[in-house]
């Protein structure tokens, strides 16, 4: 599954959720099931994500990527 | 008026069918009938319900037991049954040709348990496993005697670096890279309580010591568990490229 979802941490981070491939359910049902409840997300194509993670802890949620 | 026969022959030369066996009661579409040679059926309403084919097989609801089968029982939602009347116990042997009871399934309705057992060619079958009353499966695999089993619930192997990604998993939906050596494993199915325990190991990126652990101050839940990976005399989160983590309960 080359789909990632994101959402902002509480922390002011984000966070991303990497679906497990045998799981079975949908990206959109692994966001309903795995998103804290209440948190905005965003489902991005796994290329997306920056796999250059030195500053990862640096990485935001962008407002306008909601 | 009873019939006496003398002789040997008995009642002879009729084969009858299904809805006119050759022996009825007062239940003219009742009764026993030979379709083949070598082979008797039993028909109730004019339809076939059992047969003894002619290599001596039985069929319950089938006219072809198979020779496979010394008995075959066939039909829609049907099944067996074996009743013991003193409810004591019920059971299901499977012996050599010598008599030997090799393999056994056994219930015990006292205790409501069910066992299995097997054994080396020739020797008496000996319990190996066992689901008890509550469902707890046992088995002696090593352990000396028939014992509880303890499953694991969920696990993962992943790639944190670079492009996280799964290599492979049960029982869970995905993880969570919350930041850099630092992830949630997401159940599928949720685990019965929050008291399981966690099995983790990663592989050796440096010279330092390096662990995954529980993440500080959080506390496992029934649907997911946060943990980190961590190196070092200051412990210091840090992305791992093999990180294993496994849920026994």
């Known amino acids: 599954m080359n789909k990632r979802i994101i959402y902002p941490t509480d922390e002011g981070g984000v966070a991303v959720i990497i679906p497990a491939p045998e799981c079975g359910l949908t990206i959109e049902e692994i966001a309903a099931k795995d998103v804290p409840q209440g948190k905005p997300y965003k489902i991005v194509d796994a290329a997306d994500i920056p796999s250059d993670r030195i500053f990862r802890n640096a990485w935001t949620y962008m407002e306008e990527d909601q | 008026m009873p019939i006496t026969i003398s002789g ?12 006119t066996p050759a022996v009825q009661g007062t239940d003219t579409n009742t009764g026993i009938f030979f379709p083949a040679a070598d082979t008797i059926a039993f028909g109730e309403g004019g339809s076939e319900v059992m047969r003894i084919d002619s290599s001596g097989n039985v069929g319950v609801g089938t006219s072809s037991p198979g020779s496979a089968y010394r008995l075959a029982v066939s039909g829609n939602n049907t099944g ?24 056994n399934i056994y219930f015990n309705f006292t205790n409501g348990y069910m066992t299995f057992g097997t054994a080396a060619a020739g020797s008496s079958q000996v319990e190996r496993a066992r689901i008890d009353s509550s469902g707890n499966f046992q088995f002696n695999s090593g352990y000396g005697s028939v014992a509880t089993a303890y499953g694991c619930r969920a696990w993962v ?40 325990t966690l099995s983790t190991a990663s592989n050796e990126t440096g010279s ?22 961590r190196y070092g005399t200051s412990w210091s989160t840090q992305d791992v490229s093999y990180a294993f983590v496994s849920i026994i309960r």
């Open chain 2, 80 to 103: 067996m049954s074996i009743q013991d009347t003193g409810s004591v116990g019920t059971w299901l042997d499977f012996k050599t040709g010598s008599g030997t009871v090799q393999g």
């Open chain 2, 8 to 19: 040997s022959t008995g009642i002879a030369g009729v084969d009858g069918s299904a809805s």
């Open chain 2, 208 to 229: 330092a010591p390096q662990f995954i652990c529980l993440k500080q101050s959080t506390a496992p839940s029934t649907g997911s568990v946060r943990v980190q990976a």
């Open chain 2, 157 to 196: 192997n992943f790639n944190g670096t670079g492009t996280v990604a799964i290599r492979a998993s049960g029982n869970v939906t995905s993880i969570t890279d919350n930041g850099t050596g630092d992830y949630t494993v997401n159940f599928t199915n949720a685990m019965p309580d929050a008291n399981y």
